[in-house]
Each structure stands twice: as C-alpha cells, then as structure tokens.
C-alpha cells in the first residue's frame, strides 16, 4: 500500500511538471506571437502591411496601370502638419516611383515625429513595395519648418495575376505621424533604422531639394 | 461635454411612438422593431437575404429540438414509459445527425463567403469619404474635393429641434451623394472606435496608427444613422453617425458651401502654418 | 468505509461537530488550511455565491439603467455625467469579469471538479491538496482585488476585452487597470494550477478497472476544460503582462505609437477568449450529460461520440478565435478562413444536443429538478447555438457585431446554459454534499421563475440587436425604448428568482429532509452515490475495484 501510494506521488509530479511545461510554453508562446505577428505581416502583406525591397523590380515596367492615393494623418499630441502634396497618382506597374508628402512642424519648437503606415486594401499589401521611406527613420523638424518627405515605391505587376486583387484598381497608401518615443523609440524604431541604412536615404529633404517626380 | 437630461418616464417614451413616421422612415430603428432595418445599400440588400435563409435554417433547428423535447416528455416520462430501454448505440442515427449538420453547414458557407467576397470588393470607385473616430465625435474629410473636413458631434439633449432623434443628432451629419460608389477610409486619433450605420450594412474599426478600407453604395435619398460600435470610453454611447444622402447634384451644391464653411476648419495646423510662414 | 460521519456543509456554515476523527483541523482551521477535496469544493461554491450577488447586482443595476431611455442612476449627481458613465462601463467590465472568472468557473470546475472527480473515479482526494488549497486562496484574493480595482480612480472601464489603446497608460492612467491586470493574472494561477491538478487526479488517480472510457461524461468535460485552461491562460497571462509592461515601464507591445499593433491583442486575447468560452460551457455539458442519463434511467447515449465532440470542439476552439474580430479589419481570406472553422463547431455541438435527446428517448424520464434545470440548459443551448451559426458568418455579422444581438447570443449560449448546468448541478448533488434534500415546490417554482426570467431578460435583446442597438452603452436612441423595457422587466423576475434561489439553499441547509446514498434510485450510476450523503469527510481510502463492472457504453 505505502509503495503505491509513493509509486502514485511520483507520477503525480512527473505529470504535474509536463503539465506545468505546457503551460509555461503557452506564455512563451504569447510573447513569440510578437514578432512572430510582426514577420507574418511583413512577409504575407497581413493588415496591409507594405513590402520592404531593397532596390526596383528587376523586371521591366508593364503597361498597365494602377492608381496610388495618398492618405495622412497626424496624431493629435505632435504639433505638425501633415499631407500628401498630390492626392493621388496613376502609376505603371513595376515602376519605381517617388511621391512627396509636406510636413510642417507649427510649434516652436523642434519636435520628432515617427510614422506608422499601412496600405489599403489590405491584400494589396504584398504587392505594395517600398524601396526608401521617410517612415524608415525618426524624423526631426526645427520649429516651423516645413519639408518634404519621398517615398518611393513600386507596385508589383503580379497583382494583375493574382485573381483575389482583380478588382484592385486603387491602392491608398496611409500614414500616421506620432511624437517619437522618448528613449529613441527603442521598441519600434530598430527594424526600421536597420533596414533605412541600407536603402539610400531619400527623406527628408528640404522643399527646394529634390526634383519631384511622377 | 455633454449636457445629459432627465429622466425620461415610461409614459414620455410612450409618447415617441407617434413620431416615429417621418420623411426618411427606415434610417434608424422603429419603436419595437424586431428585424432590420430596411436595407439602404447593395450590401445590406445582400445581408437581409443571406439572413433569410440562415433564419429558415435557425427556426427549423429550434423547431426541431423543440418538438423532440416535446414528444420526449410526453412519450417518455416516467408515468407513460415504465420500463426505460437499454439503447445507447445507433450507428446509422449518429451518422445521420453529424452528415445532415455538415450538408446544411455547406448549404450556409457557400452564400456567406459568397456574401463576404461581394462586400469586400472595391470596384468603380467615384469618390472617397475619410472617417476618423476621436473621443467622443468623428471627423469626416473629403480628400477628392479639397480635402475639406470637419467634425461631427452629438447634440444634447436639450438642444434638440423639433424632429430630431434623440442621441442620433449631430451637429454636421456627414453629406453623400446616391447611387455612387463611395470608398471609405478609416483611422483614429485615439482609442478603437468603430465606424456603424446598419441600413447601410457598414460596421468597421477605426484604428489608430492605420487604415480600413471599405466601400458603400447609397441606393436612395434618406438620413441613416449609426452609433459608435465599439467600447471606446466614457462618451461611447454618445458618438452618433448621421449619415445624410442626397441627390448628385444637392451633393455637388453641397461640397461648394461646405469648402467654405470648413475651410481651415481641420484643427489648428492650417492656421499656425500661415502663422509661421513656411518657407 | 469511514464510520464517523461529518458534514461538509455548503453555505458557509462551520461544519463544526467533528465526529471524533481527530487528525485534521477544525473551526476555521478547517477552512484556511484545509486539503480536502470536499471542503475546497465547497469553498469554491460559497465563493461563486458571493460573486454571484455582486456580479448579478452590477447587471440588474445595467437593466434597471436601460429600462427607460435617458440617464436613470446617475449616484454622482447632476454634472457628474462622465464619472458615472466610466462607472456604467466598469459595471459592464466587472458584470463580465465576475461572472466568468468568479461565479461560472469556480462553481463548475472549482466547486463540482473538485467535488465529484474524485468521488466519480473513485479517487481518495486529489492529486495535490495543498496545491488545491493555494489554487482557491489565489482566486479569493483576486475577487478581492478585483472589487478593489472596480472602486479605484474610476475603476477600469475597458469592457471585458481590455482593448488597447482604451486600456494602456493614455486612456486609463489610473492603477484600476494595473489592479484588474493583476486580479486576472492571481486567477490564471489559480486556474493553471487548478488544471494541473484536475488533469494529473484524472491520469494517475483513478480506481482500478476505471478506465479513460468508462470515466462518467462529467470527468471527461473537465478533463476537457482543464486542459482548455491549462492551454489558454497563460496565453491571456502573457498578454496581460504585454499590457502591464506597455502601461508601467514603457514596452510598446500595443502601442502603435512606437511600432506596436493594438490588433495584436485582440489576436492574444480572443485566442484565450475563444477557449474560454468552452472552458465555461463544457462542464456544464458534463453535469447535464450525467443528470439526463441519470434520470432517464439509461445509459448515454452514443458515449463515445460524446466523448470526443467535446475533446474535438477543445480543439477546434483553438483555431476560431478572430470570429470575434470581424470587423476589425482583418485580410478577406483571413476571415474566410475564420467562418468555415468556426461553422464546423456546429457539427459536434450537435452531436451532443442529439445525443442527450437519443439519451431520453425511450427512457423512462423522472422529470425532477436537476432534469428540468438540466432540459432548460438543451434548449437555452440550442437556442443560443443557432444565433451562434449565423454569427459565425463574417459578411452577416457586420450587422450583428458589437449590437445587443450578441449580447443575447453568448447569454443565451454560454452565460444562462452555464447558470443552468450549476443549477443543474446543484440540485443533482445538494443532497450528496450536505446530507439533505432540497424544497422540491419551492425549487420548481425556482426553475420556472428563472425560465422564464431570462428568457424574458435575453430573447427581446435578439429584436434590439437587429435593429441596430449597440452593446455597452448606458443610453439608448428612444426608439429602442420598447424591447430593453421587455428586457428590463425579465431582469426583476430573474433577480427575484435568484433570491428564491438563496432561500432554497438557506432552507435546504437548515430545513430539507436527509437524504439516503442514492436519492435518485437505479438511474445514477456513478460511484459517488455510493457513498452515503452527505459524502463522509474521507472517501475511497480502500479504492473501489471497477473492473468486474460491465462498461458504461
Ligand atoms: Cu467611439
């Protein structure tokens, strides 16, 4: 009887720790669905999340044609104006093209700002693919400066074959300017900046810069 | 920021009952509703009849179970079946109740996904509304017509005209063409708030730090409304959609007066710049 | 067999005269440290009557608001309209919280788990006591500091979903939120451990010839549930501490300002929040399973299938979760995906509806009071089941989401039918666990009050949902007036049966007649009517051998 019952704890605990070593995975699986989430978006376009490419297609430009708008938006805590210089712009598939918005910071005083983007419809996410980005870095203005920022980007003429995005004819391409976290934005900005040192940097420049494009 | 009223008796309620038969009957829910509201838009059309058939198939199950509850008490109970059998096994009966739910299951996806990829499509857009939910009142801009924009916030109770609904009243109801297909972009500028007018079919998130996309047709003139549908904080109840349909050419009238009426209304920004003279 | 005979009184009450057994602790002694399955049974049950005053006062003040359109209660006085609409939405939050962490999972896992997997598979107590101890003190003390989140700078009002941006730093400064954080994560443990704890007694712990598939349907639903538990919670946990890091020390996990994704934790959450739903239901699915073959004095039917529709339904739950998240603004194909997973839940839900009903069939049915309680859980499931199939479907619930007819929806399909299967419960096993039969009038009348009660309350909220009236809010367009009055009135015959229902337990402790080992005659099979009732202090320590016994299949 004592044998049994001694026999019995020990597989109690045995169990108890494979039990307790699910659970555990469980909460590491939580915290892995971070950038697990984040590499899923990334690279399936989830969410209408762009594409990151380091140079153009390839390939040549077709033909055909697709409109991208332009979509801004400030949060409400930085003291800037925000817009796209043209609403919209039709562009050929495969061919790289640089876009400008304005950026006005209206304080006075010198403020940061970070972008968050996305584009919509979401399944032209994987399709979308930016090559150099204002929004790959932090982004500083002097108080009551006003900039421009590029973008330039592609659409990839794939998106004429994949029958789920026949119907995309317009592509709007957002952005959200915040207030960069104090602490240089430790969280969010490090797969930006890393991936800005290798594209040429192209924003922001001063109104009187760059040629516009397109 | 709101002015809340008083207590409303059960007999002051009552009382609405009669005004309820106004110009646009079908924008917003009738007293004791019980169904939907009459579909306004391509979509909704489409999710009234989808119902149809999940309501028949619905009524059907609780019918069924039902009536099988009832005969099992009757035919079964104590007094009336003495001597239970001793059944437990019926393959061909369990068979049935998992091959018959998987044919009606069919029976429903097939409509539904058919539904979902018809809602999800964006073709022949004309124009483009932006909606941005704040706490507590959304801010409605027109990027194809200037840019123009402004916000829309509840009136309180005790500033409400003859006529109009109760916490479905805003001060600019956001002004759309018919008969136009209409892309519908959605941000915040703090918390989730969620963007609903029901006659129109249209429920979406609106989410900081990004965009939705969606698309309405409005089939005929009419105001619809809507509330914020997603908990967004302590004014949650009270951040109403009005969403006023007029013909094309009311709209156009209507764009020309409002690019003046809001110009430079789209928060400080636009005056500061002129303030500090960009470059 | 024990010859002394103690009561493990449910109520509260100190089981005090013991009889002679002199080796464990008495008075609150008993209590505090106590390791008996019984005794943390019935702690467990107490502590689900305690939270189901105050979670059942929050929702009858959220009826009593929205029976008249405009604002009822403001307790804050003219002026103070915004504290008390964040009060209303902390009513919501709590009513949620409470109810699902403090009244439903206790009573079902906690207090019948704990009571009857043992006695059912013939096990002398649980696999670790003294963890069964901790697990209970660790869900006291996160009610408590759940109230005390609830009266706290305003109290956290994010609904029970906490969606960031609403819930970080920005929109709820205050330590409400932190306190609510770490309320659920003190009740994770106690759940994770709890799991462990039912999982292990169920594997090891089992009587000789009681094998995996002659377990009675209630071992196996918690069984079941446990592992649902032991899976989802720490994700929930993991979240949580997501959002305590991004409110307190300045992680941006969900905070798109610094390249977070809000949207991320509706992902986390629902993935819990989905499991979580079944955690609730499944138990309940148990104790009807055992009281409709118990009075239907037949065998269940189709036991296997039984069996594994639930394991299949743990699993498949696993894999639905952003049907939650419709309208979000999530990829198309992502949501296609969603509908068809979450519209296959219907086939082994079926299965067990049918099977219950082929269980009665041709039985020779006592229609006591668990077997009511236990038929009104069948239909308030199918009824809700069904809402559930067309809600499953993304393109039609950009009508339903986030309206009242959800709200009716999951009442109807987990909320009440999880009420029912403790009442269920309840009444199939009072006698076992304090020795004496309930008011057998006084309980019809009960199951009949509350019928109709929250039949009145739920089925009104379907219209006003369709018409378009949103969840969460503490004032309503007045065209809604007509059906939330409906609704309103459902609520006091409901609260008024809940009394009743407190009267029955008070007079069942103090009045109702003794009852024998086996009240319910032939029908119940199952090894705890073995014992005599009230169960003594010590079972099984001399297992009972199962293995000449004929399989319950
Ligand atoms: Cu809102």
Redesign the pocket.
């Known amino acids: 009887m004592t044998a049994t019952r001694t026999d019995n704890r020990k597989k109690n605990r045995l169990t108890a720790m494979v039990l307790f070593t699910v659970a555990g995975s469980m909460v590491g699986l939580a915290f892995a669905a971070v950038p697990l989430y984040k590499l899923f978006c990334q690279v399936t376009g989830f969410g209408g999340t762009p594409r990151i490419a380091a140079q153009a297609p390839a390939a040549a430009p077709t033909d055909r044609t697709i409109t991208v708008r332009f979509d801004a938006n400030v949060n409400p805590a930085l003291p800037w104006r925000f817009e796209p210089k043209k609403t919209q712009v039709t562009v050929r598939a495969g061919e790289p093209t640089v876009a400008y918005y304005r950026a006005t910071n209206w304080s006075d005083a010198p403020v940061t700002g970070t972008a968050t983007f996305n584009v919509t419809p979401f399944k032209a996410g994987e399709y979308f693919s930016k090559i150099d980005c204002f929004c790959f870095t932090e982004q500083r203005l002097e108080a009551g400066e006003e900039v421009a920022m590029g973008v330039e980007f592609f659409v990839d003429p794939e998106i004429f074959n994949d029958p789920n995005t026949q119907d995309v004819t317009a592509i709007t391409l957002s952005y959200t300017f915040y207030p960069a976290a104090k602490g240089k934005g430790k969280k969010g900005g490090k797969p930006r900046q890393a991936k800005a040192k290798q594209a040429k940097s192209l924003g922001p420049v001063s109104v009187a810069g760059r040629p516009v494009k397109g | 920021m709101m002015q809340r009223l008083t207590i409303l008796a059960p007999m002051t309620a009552l009382s609405f009952f009669g005004a309820a038969g106004n110009a646009f009957a079908g924008g917003r829910s009738e007293p004791w509703q019980m169904w939907f509201q009459p579909a306004a838009s391509p979509v909704m059309e489409r999710i009234i009849e989808f119902h149809n058939l999940l309501f028949v198939i619905e009524v059907s199950i609780v019918t069924l179970v039902l009536g099988l509850m009832c005969y099992i008490i009757v035919r079964f109970n104590a007094k009336a079946n003495p001597v239970p059998t001793k059944t437990t096994h019926n393959t061909l009966l369990e068979v049935v109740w998992t091959g018959v739910p998987l044919l009606i299951l069919m029976v429903i996806a097939v409509p539904s996904l058919n539904l979902l990829y018809y809602a999800d499509r964006i073709e022949n857009i004309e124009m483009t509304l932006k909606v941005t ?1 704040n706490q ?1 009142f959304w801010t409605y801009s027109y990027p194809d017509h200037g840019g123009f924009e402004f916000d829309s916030v509840i009136v309180p109770d005790d500033e409400l005209k003859e006529g109009q609904p109760r916490l479905l009243t805003v001060d600019n109801e956001v002004v759309l063409p018919v008969e136009t297909n209409i892309r519908l972009l959605f941000t915040s500028s703090d918390v989730i ?2 963007w609903a007018v029901p006659s129109l079919g249209l429920k979406l998130d609106t989410v900081a730090g990004r965009i939705n996309e969606n698309w309405m047709r409005i089939n005929k003139e009419g105001d619809y409304y809507g509330m ?1 549908s ?1 908990l ?1 904080g302590i004014n ?1 109840g009270f ?1 109403p959609i009005h969403v006023k349909a007029v013909s094309k050419a009311d709209f156009a009238e209507w764009v020309e007066t409002a690019r003046k009426e809001f110009a430079g209304a789209g928060g400080p920004a636009p005056v500061r710049v002129a303030e500090t003279g960009a470059r | 067999m024990m010859a002394d005979q103690e009561t493990a009184v449910a109520g509260g009450h100190d089981g005090g005269h013991d009889g002679g057994h002199g080796h464990h602790p008495t008075g609150w002694r008993r209590w505090l440290f106590s390791t008996n399955h019984k005794d943390i049974g019935t702690m467990y049950i107490v502590l689900s009557l305690v939270a189901a005053l105050v979670g059942g006062a929050m929702s009858f003040w959220i009826r009593l608001e929205l029976l008249d359109p405009g604002i009822q209660f403001n307790v804050f006085g003219a002026g103070e309209e915004a504290a008390y609409f964040q009060f209303y939405n902390v009513l919501v939050t709590g009513h949620a919280f409470i109810m699902v962490f403090f009244v439903v999972m206790p009573a079902l896992i906690g207090g019948f788990g704990n009571w009857f997997v043992p006695l059912m598979i013939g096990a002398p107590d649980m696999a670790f006591p003294r963890m069964n101890n901790v697990s209970f003190w660790l869900l006291a003390a996160a009610l408590v500091l759940l109230l005390v989140a609830a009266f706290t700078q305003g109290g956290p009002g994010t609904g029970w979903t906490i969606y960031p941006p609403l819930s970080n730093a920005d929109f709820h400064p205050g330590a409400a939120v932190d306190l609510g954080i770490l309320s659920l994560h003190l009740a994770g443990a106690s759940s994770v451990l709890g799991a462990i704890n039912l999982i292990t007694t169920i594997f090891n712990m089992r009587a000789p010839g009681m094998t995996i598939h002659r377990m009675p349907l209630f071992c196996w639903s918690i069984l079941v549930t446990a592992f649902l538990l032991l899976m989802a919670i720490p994700v929930l946990a993991g979240g949580l501490t997501m959002l305590l890091t991004d409110r307190n020390f300045g992680t941006a996990f969900f905070d798109a300002a610094r390249g977070g994704d809000p949207v991320l934790w509706q992902h986390i959450f629902w993935f819990f929040g989905h499991p979580e739903v079944y955690i609730i239901i499944i138990p309940a699915f148990g104790i009807v399973s055992q009281v409709v073959s118990t009075f239907s004095r037949k065998p269940i039917f189709g036991y296997l299938g039984m069996v594994y529709a639930m394991v299949f339904i743990g699993f498949v739950g696993f894999v639905v979760w952003a049907h939650h998240m419709y309208t979000a603004g999530l990829d198309v194909d992502t949501r296609a995906y969603f509908i068809s997973a979450s519209l296959v839940i219907a086939v082994p839900t079926g299965i067990k509806i049918f099977s219950w009903l082929a269980t009665m069939w041709g039985g020779s049915i006592d229609f006591r009071v668990p077997m009511m309680f236990a038929c009104g859980f069948i239909f308030l499931f199918v009824m809700g089941g069904v809402t559930g199939v067309a809600l499953a479907n993304a393109g039609m619930d950009i009508a339903f989401h986030d309206t009242y007819f959800v709200v009716a929806h999951f009442h109807y399909v987990m909320a009440i039918a999880a009420v029912f299967g403790m009442f269920t419960g309840f009444y199939y096993w009072i006698g076992k666990m304090c020795g004496r039969q309930y008011p057998r009038v006084l309980a019809r009348i009960h199951f009949w009050s509350f019928f109709i009660g929250v039949n009145v309350v739920f089925f009104p909220q379907h219209f006003s949902g369709m018409a378009g009236m949103p969840r969460r809010i503490p004032d309503y367009p007045d065209n809604y007036w007509g059906w939330n009055y409906v609704s309103s009135i459902g609520a006091f015959i409901t609260t008024a049966s809940t009394l009743l229902f407190f009267f029955i337990v008070w007079r069942t402790l103090t009045a109702g007649e003794k009852v024998p080992a086996n009240q319910w005659g032939e029908g119940a099979t199952t090894l705890e009517w073995t014992v005599e009732s009230p169960a003594p202090f010590h079972t099984f320590e001399e297992l009972p051998d199962m293995t000449d016994k004929q399989a319950d299949e």
């Open positions: 939910g507590w708030h969620n914020c997603e967004c949650h951040m």
